[in-house]
Nanobody, 123 residues
Framework: VQLQASGGGLVQAGGSLRLSCAAS????????IGWFRQAPGEGRDFLAA????????NYAHSVKGRFTISNDNAKNMVYLQMNSLKPEDTAIYYC?????????????????WGQGTQVTVSS
């Protein structure tokens, strides 16, 4: 599976961004797609995941209610809608694919990774 993340940029605090993850290859209906982020000097943290086939979702507590993950089966796209952004949301955002449950949140449980897209939130 190949993944390509896009949609990052510079936004003011309180603003919104929608990240996109283009997926190709493999039998996508068997995959879970997750979003992670990594701030400078920090580890890579789980944000949200969606099971491609059934659409089940899972969120980290830190973003639940502000971020929404969705997918478009026809376009092979997964989106992360981010609202009420804060300066602490500044990070590189990655999409990743796992063959397993949307409730997996660890980096090493995801097999394929996109290249990341930078999100910067100014105060």
């Amino acid at each position: 599976v190949q993944l390509q993340a896009s949609g990052g940029g510079l936004v003011q605090a309180g603003g919104s961004l929608r990240l996109s993850c283009a997926a190709s290859g493999g039998t996508l209906s068997t995959y879970t797609i997750g979003w992670f982020r990594q701030a400078p000097g920090e580890g890579r943290d789980f944000l949200a995941a969606i099971r491609w086939g059934g659409g089940n979702t899972n969120y980290a507590h830190s973003v639940k209610g502000r971020f929404t993950i969705s997918n478009d089966n026809a376009k092979n796209m997964v989106y992360l809608q981010m609202n009420s952004l804060k300066p602490e949301d500044t990070a590189i955002y990655y999409c990743a694919a796992s063959l397993y449950s949307e409730y997996l949140t660890q980096v090493d449980e995801y097999l394929y990774w996109g290249q990341g897209t930078q999100v910067t939130v100014s105060s």
